[in-house]
């Protein structure tokens, strides 16, 4: 007899976001003739950079041809592509990683999911409340939670981010060995500045635990006092591992593109306390479970690093941050406390009742979707997430809606 992974029982019924299109689905069919805007998931709506889908094209093109035909391509990623991340995302801001360092993906929803298996199922795992449900769900998966009580998992350590923290949490005082942090954060676009994140990487030094460092929203940073990556924090090359992504960077949330960086110097123990090089590990895993990125889409995403390409995200992701702007103001106006939305697609608002029950009332009375606050964890109750990921006139007639129902 076949037996199941039973960690899968502890889950929740269904994935956030499925379980969101499957309700709005059961809406639209209920209600064929609403016209629904959709400010829920985080998917982008505006077309690839030009410099992207001419750099495409022409990979495709060589594709056609027996002479610059390529198959499998190296499992990290071509060395074209990681060799600009290296010198444009990292070296260029003081940041010390090297090509060899960087692995290219389909996606860091994959990674930070994926990311687990090389640690110990004993590993004392902290994630913060709200965020990102997959670094919950997949380490429940694996088997190091007990069940679910009262909105939490028996096992995990949450680390709370509320309006008394600014959404940053603080290390613990007792031991954690792996630790979820995630910046700009999703669901509440809350930045953490450099010497609140060095606390994190001083605290993981002294604890031998490792960082996993979300960083797939940092597209968004306008400010330049805020740290872009983990790594420009001294002594982070040792304890931490970042997760980068193509997709609300330069739109490929469809295109699939994103790497994930693993210094050399990052070390995990075993029973003995001997270390072993995490970098190796996941080479390992990778090169074992994944054939790479397609040729075509890594060209795409190296065509970002142009000058054009360059110019083209910044106005591509200064679109949505208008868009959050004009959400944020009328939220606001409307009478609605929010945070989010400076350096971040997203707006966490405070809605003064269930999360869920105010998913519903936006969806029948206004035709939008939200986020309810409460997917992202225990702390999100009472709050809703509005995406900025959409068309200036779906916003715009977004916020006239909820206006009108939030103010009659
Ligand atoms: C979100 O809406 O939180 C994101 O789009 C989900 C994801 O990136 O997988």
């Known amino acids: 007899m076949i037996r199941i992974n039973e960690n899968y029982g502890k889950l929740q019924s269904s994935y956030l976001f499925s379980e969101i299109a499957q309700r709005v689905n059961r809406f639209v069919d209920a209600n064929p003739n609403k016209d629904i805007i959709r400010l829920g998931i985080g998917d982008v709506t505006r077309a690839l950079p030009s410099a992207c889908i001419r750099a495409f094209h022409e990979a495709v093109d060589e594709l056609a041809r027996d002479s610059t035909f390529r198959g499998y391509g190296p499992e990290q990623g071509y060395l074209f592509l990681r060799e600009k991340i290296a010198h444009h995302d990292y070296m260029t801001r003081g940041a010390d990683i090297s090509p060899d360092e960087i692995f290219i993906s389909d996606g860091s929803k994959g990674d930070t999911a994926n990311i687990q298996e090389l640690f110990s199922l004993d590993s004392r795992v902290a994630i913060p409340d709200p965020v990102y449900p997959v670094y919950l769900d997949t380490n429940v998966m694996a088997g190091r939670s007990g069940s679910f009580h009262n909105g939490r998992y028996e096992g995990i350590v949450y680390l709370d981010c509320t309006q008394d923290n600014g959404y940053i949490p603080a290390p613990p005082h007792d031991h954690l060995d792996l630790i979820y942090l995630?910046?700009?954060?999703?669901?509440?676009?809350?930045?953490?500045?450099?010497?609140?994140?060095?606390?994190?990487?001083?605290?993981?030094?002294?604890?031998?635990?490792?960082?996993?460092?979300?960083?797939?929203?940092?597209?968004?940073?306008?400010?330049?006092?805020?740290?872009?990556?983990?790594?420009?924090?001294?002594?982070?090359?040792?304890?931490?591992?970042?997760?980068?992504?193509?997709?609300?960077?330069?739109?490929?949330?469809?295109?699939?593109?994103?790497?994930?960086?693993?210094?050399?110097?990052?070390?995990?123990?075993?029973?003995?306390?001997?270390?072993?090089?995490?970098?190796?590990?996941?080479?390992?895993?990778?090169?074992?479970?994944?054939?790479?990125?397609?040729?075509?889409?890594?060209?795409?995403?190296?065509?970002?690093?142009?000058?054009?390409?360059?110019?083209?995200?910044?106005?591509?992701?200064?679109?949505?941050?208008?868009?959050?702007?004009?959400?944020?103001?009328?939220?606001?106006?409307?009478?609605?406390?929010?945070?989010?939305?400076?350096?971040?697609?997203?707006?966490?608002?405070?809605?003064?009742?269930?999360?869920?029950?105010?998913?519903?009332?936006?969806?029948?009375?206004?035709?939008?979707?939200?986020?309810?606050?409460?997917?992202?964890?225990?702390?999100?109750?009472?709050?809703?997430?509005?995406?900025?990921?959409?068309?200036?006139?779906?916003?715009?007639?977004?916020?006239k809606r909820i206006s009108e129902v939030l103010l009659t």
């Open 182 to 399: 995630c910046f700009p954060n999703n669901p509440t676009g809350a930045t953490i500045s450099s010497p609140l994140l060095k606390e994190w990487v001083d605290y993981a030094r002294e604890h031998r635990a490792l960082i996993l460092y979300d960083a797939a929203y940092v597209a968004f940073i306008r400010d330049p006092d805020v740290p872009r990556s983990i790594y420009e924090i001294e002594g982070a090359t040792e304890v931490a591992i970042e997760f980068r992504s193509f997709s609300k960077t330069a739109g490929f949330t469809g295109t699939r593109c994103a790497y994930t960086v693993i210094p050399k110097n990052v070390m995990a123990y075993d029973s003995t306390g001997k270390p072993h090089s995490v970098h190796d590990l996941w080479n390992r895993r990778q090169s074992t479970k994944f054939n790479g990125v397609s040729y075509p889409v890594q060209r795409a995403a190296e065509a970002i690093y142009s000058d054009e390409g360059r110019a083209q995200i910044v106005e591509l992701t200064s679109y949505y941050l208008d868009n959050a702007t004009l959400i944020r103001n009328e939220l606001l106006a409307a009478g609605l406390a929010c945070v989010g939305g400076i350096h971040s697609p997203y707006i966490w608002v405070k809605t003064g009742m269930d999360s869920w029950s105010f998913f519903d009332h936006l969806l029948e009375k206004a035709g939008v979707v939200c986020t309810p606050g409460s997917g992202f964890g225990r702390c999100g109750q009472g709050y809703v997430r509005i995406s900025a990921f959409n068309s200036r006139e779906q916003v715009k007639q977004a916020m």
